[in-house]
């Protein structure tokens, strides 16, 4: 029996997206700020509403019909979460706060116990600030070396240079899979395999990358992959640590108090198994119920007929764009997801960003977080065009035109 393609149909999916049915200063939303956090489906919303409404209470201790339930539709979430990334054990998904506080965790855990004076840590040019404070903040305490891996003009990393800074004094390799700037996909495979040869373990920050490519832990072999909900269609507030089991066993707790412990006395505290060890208190019960809804969403749609579909808005929107002059689009990696990062000669990136708002335009404007990559481009800021499944061509058309405006303002 044939099996079909899946159909993308556009109009039905933002039909599941009520926040899109509203004007902005009386103009349709156009909403091109995805990378940033993107929109919530109704399933989403549905679930949390349906959790507060019908079994809100406490997960993991209580035996009560309410607890139980909760209980089991958080470890749902774990799960899934382990599918959509292909972890070998649940164990390996700990939920955070998002992908920063998963950084923080495995920089002041892991980082503490292994990274000594005189060792080094490696970063990208292109890294989130938080791929790069962590870090500082751990070199600096331990007396050990962060190095940067450059950067080309087009925004991609130079793996001969990065070859160069490996050694064997070399214990993290933290680079960001997707870069949220500029929408370089690094060829993260190659850096992870270089790193193993110096016995280096390596972080994904992935937190641009979960929602648009496929996602395999296993088949990366990284030893940490860190990924945030609320840019995945998910609520905000809520994001997963992967870590290989022998690495997160032998790891410290992050913090203390209830859910982290098997027995306290005032003598010793013995502490819990993978990967409650790493949860300490009440968590975001809610949100992260809701974030397996979301996956859920992506999954039913399919994470290839949207890439699919992505590309094409990237491919449109970068031909367009490249016909307004004084335009120039930073980041022309030969490997992108939807992200178009633009500045226009003389004219600042806060007044496109304000002009294309009264348009009901949402774009990001600044340094997105990674002003030591806006210094290595000599800009202070970009423009930041990022789209989501939810986009159309159509809005793209009305990104331009509202471009054309703004240049006819400051003409």
Not at 28 to 40: E, G, I, R
Not at 67 to 95: C, D, H, L, M, S
Not at 273 to 298: C, H, M, Q, R, S
Request: some cysteine.
């Amino acid at each position: 029996m044939e099996t079909l393609t899946p159909v993308f149909d556009v109009a039905a999916i933002r039909q599941d997206f009520p926040i899109l049915n509203q004007t902005i200063h009386g103009k349709p939303l156009v909403y091109f700020d995805n990378a940033a956090t993107s929109q919530k489906p109704l399933p989403v919303i549905q679930a949390l509403n349906e959790y507060y409404r019908s079994y809100n209470a406490n997960i993991h201790r209580g035996i009560h019909t309410l607890a139980e339930k909760a209980t089991a539709q958080y470890e749902a979430t774990r799960e899934t979460v382990r599918q959509f990334i292909n972890a070998a054990y649940r164990e390996e998904i700990i939920f955070t706060r998002g992908s920063t506080e998963a950084i923080n965790l495995v920089a002041a855990t892991f980082g503490r116990q292994n990274v000594q004076a005189g060792d080094e840590v490696i970063i990208s040019t292109m890294e989130h600030h938080s791929n790069i404070v962590p870090w500082q903040m751990l070199c600096e305490e331990k007396g050990a070396t962060l190095k940067v891996i450059p950067i080309t003009d087009e925004g991609e990393i130079i793996l001969e240079e990065y070859e160069k800074l490996l050694s064997e004094r070399t214990k993290v390799v933290a680079l960001v899979y997707v870069s949220n700037s500029l929408g370089t996909i690094n060829p993260v495979k190659e850096v992870i395999d270089l790193a193993h040869k110096y016995g280096a373990k390596v972080l994904l920050d992935g937190a641009q990358a979960t929602v648009h490519l496929d996602i395999d832990v296993q088949a990366l072999d990284c030893d940490f992959y860190v990924l945030s909900s609320h840019k995945m269609y998910g609520p905000t507030g809520v994001g997963a640590l992967y870590g290989k089991r022998e690495l997160l066993e032998a790891m410290p707790p992050y913090q203390g108090g209830g859910e982290m412990i098997k027995e306290v006395s005032f003598e010793k505290t013995t502490y819990n198994e993978l990967p409650y060890k790493f949860e300490a208190g009440t968590p975001n019960i809610a949100d992260t119920v809701a974030f397996k809804a979301a996956i859920d969403y992506i999954n039913k749609i399919g994470k290839s007929v949207i890439a699919e579909y992505e590309h094409e808005l990237l491919a449109y929107g970068t031909e367009a764009l490249s016909q307004i002059e004084g335009l120039r689009i930073i980041g022309q990696a030969r490997e992108k997801i939807s992200v178009i990062s633009f500045v226009i000669k003389g004219i600042h990136h806060q007044d496109v960003g304000i002009i294309l708002d009264t348009q009901g335009i949402a774009v990001r404007t600044g340094h997105h977080c990674t002003q030591p990559m806006m210094h290595r481009f000599g800009i202070p800021g970009t423009s930041r065009a990022s789209f989501a499944m939810y986009n159309t061509k159509e809005e793209i058309d009305r990104l331009v035109q509202g471009l054309h405006k703004v240049k006819k303002m400051f003409a």
